[in-house]
């Protein structure tokens, strides 16, 4: 019986010295879309793609031209030029496309390659964030997947961190 009761003494002893987890989560969706630096690399990259577009549509009214005369020239030539006018325009016009998906492929993947390293930085911050601020836990929670489908309201620590992330991105902007 006194065996029975000092483990029972030192189970409640040891049940009420445990403290609870500190577990906090994070919306990642927002947190991701509202950092700064991912605005900041949006904007590069629309004014990029915008550039690109312009410099694509002049490409491609150039070679309308071309084709343009081409055809002229093609309706006045023998059989045999017309030929080689035609060989010509589509070798001009494959070049076009092979040039104009060099680029496309070059911007999409500087961009994800970008987005990557941004998703990484955050995943380090929230790291260092979740250890420097003494928590067990901190979960994601997506819009339409993740682990997590709810959490109260006072667990959610997504404003607190996208306020740190972008204060240390904005002094490392500096």
């Known amino acids: ?86 060989m010509q325009i589509q070798q001009l016009g494959e070049r076009l496309d092979q040039q104009i998906n060099i680029e496309q492929n070059r911007i999409s993947e500087e961009s994800k390659t970008q987005n990557d390293s941004i998703i990484n930085k955050i995943k380090k911050f929230i790291e260092n964030y979740g250890e420097t601020n003494g928590y067990d836990f901190i979960m994601g929670k997506n819009e339409f997947t993740g682990n997590l489908y709810y959490g109260k309201e006072a667990h959610n620590i997504t404003k607190t961190l996208l306020e740190a992330l972008n204060k240390e991105y904005a002094a490392k902007k500096k």
Request: glycine share 2%.
């Open 1 to 86: 019986m006194k065996k029975l009761i000092v483990l029972g003494m030192a189970v409640l002893a040891f049940y009420s010295c445990e403290k609870p987890a500190k577990v906090g989560f994070v919306d990642n969706t927002e947190l991701i879309n509202e950092y700064q630096e991912k605005k900041d690399l949006e904007a590069v990259f629309k004014s990029r793609i915008e550039d690109f577009n312009k410099r694509k549509d002049s490409m491609q009214q150039m070679f309308n031209l071309e084709l343009k005369q081409a055809q002229q020239k093609a309706a006045k030539s023998s059989p045999k030029q017309q030929q080689e006018l035609s």
